[in-house]
């Protein structure tokens, strides 16, 4: 990797400390200059021509998220945010009441009120593995509840938002396989950070955003769809022109490919800023990039461990770029001002976004640090030395 290079793309890294790819990180100037190109071109022509005249670019996120995630350009679609993506395949499944939906403590806030909100609607109920004392989650007892309840859906984050945990998605496609069961990942805090192998997982959905470590525009995402998925033509529960052809009053045909899950309308600058900001990913290689932040992460969580009234909250035999801890001794108003005067930028987790973590942690709040491949270990010291002398 050519850190010179990518420090050299990535403009806001040179006056702050960011560490808040997590949340919303660096986009690299290529990605900035294709949307601005686009939006340009579109200012002299219109959206409709523009989009008519550079299809081939569109159609390249199509192909680089497929190679990023080693599937077919025919298992992707574009969605406006992971959430956008996650409940289009949520309302896919075929729920009927009394169904089970088989989850973790860990799973991201969003879709946990997703669930209840199937559970209050149409009387679908949440089972939720335990965690192991190290923070796992508890991949035998996992198992024993699909045998016991054969739940209609399994679904688990890879990377939980609030916790530097990953989580063993490819284990528990092995067992939704073997018992037959729909399998959705939340896979937004790990692409870009980690290799994310669809055929690995074995999952029939998989979501995910560009904003954070695939270092993408805001306002997008995209959704893996399996070849079962499509094959047993489940559809989201509105699909518009782009999903479906209306071939008489009263019938409609779904597409064959991901795209049903798509709508006809979106901004077709943010998919061509997407599809480089992939690109950017795949020319460095994800390999490449998760070997380069793994000394620097783990840099970060043992200066931080060393510190007293230092709390690091990640639990795990697997852990990720996202580390979270709290300081006993001082508030979290306190703790806020003094990093942002300091300029450095962070996250802030709070206990309503992971109540059963946080409540097991014993914590109303964790600082949520997110370094990524642009970052160096002297940022991560000059960081730590910060935290050291409040």
């Known amino acids: 990797m050519d850190i010179k290079k990518i420090r050299k793309d990535t403009i806001g890294c040179e006056d702050k400390l960011f560490f808040n790819s997590a949340g919303s990180s660096l ?54 945010n992971a959430t956008d993506a996650y409940a289009r395949a949520l309302s896919a499944i075929p729920f009927e009441s009394g169904d089970y939906i088989l989850t973790s403590n860990d799973d991201y806030i969003s879709n946990q009120i997703a669930f209840l909100s199937l559970q209050k609607r149409f009387g679908i109920k949440i089972l939720r593995a335990d965690n192991l004392s190290n923070g796992d989650i508890d991949l035998m007892q996992f198992e024993e509840l699909i045998k016991r309840h054969s739940p209609k859906l399994v679904a688990v984050t890879h990377v939980p938002t609030n916790s530097g945990m990953v989580q063993d998605v490819e284990e528990i496609g092995r067992f939704c396989k ?43 995402g995209f959704l893996y769809v ?55 990913a795949n020319e460095i290689g994800i390999e490449n990039i998760q070997s380069y932040n793994e000394p620097i992460v783990k840099l970060l969580r043992e200066e931080l461990t060393s510190i007293k009234n230092i709390r690091v909250l990640d639990k795990g035999s697997s852990l990720s770029n996202i580390v979270t801890f709290n300081k006993t001794d001082i508030q979290l108003g306190e703790m806020k001002q003094i990093l942002s005067d300091e300029n450095i930028y962070f996250s802030v987790s709070l206990k309503e976004n992971a109540i059963i973590d946080f409540m097991k942690k014993d914590v109303d709040w964790a600082i ?7 970052n160096t270990e002297d940022e991560v010291r000059k960081v730590v030395e910060i935290i050291r002398s409040i």
């Open 27 to 80: 986009p690299p100037k290529p990605v900035v200059e294709k949307m601005t190109e686009y939006l340009q071109y579109e200012e002299q022509i219109g959206g409709y021509d523009a989009a008519k005249h550079r299809a081939g670019e569109i159609e390249r996120f199509y192909s680089e998220t497929a190679k990023l995630l080693n599937c077919k350009p025919y298992n992707v679609a574009f969605a406006y």
């Open 178 to 220: 073997e018992y037959n069961t729909w399998y959705l990942v939340d896979a937004c805090q790990s692409v870009g950070q980690l290799p994310v192998d669809v055929e690995k997982i074995g999952c029939d959905f998989l979501s995910a955003t560009g904003r954070k470590f695939l270092r993408g525009p805001r306002g997008t």
């Open 226 to 280: 399996s070849d079962a998925v499509l094959h047993e033509k489940l559809e989201a529960l509105f699909i518009d022109m782009r999903g479906a052809d209306w071939i008489n009053a009263d019938e409609y045909k779904i597409r064959m490919d991901a795209r049903r899950y798509e709508m006809w309308e979106f901004s077709y600058a943010t998919v061509i800023g997407l599809a480089e900001a992939i690109r950017y």
């Open 368 to 374: 949520r640090f997110s370094p990524h491949y642009f």
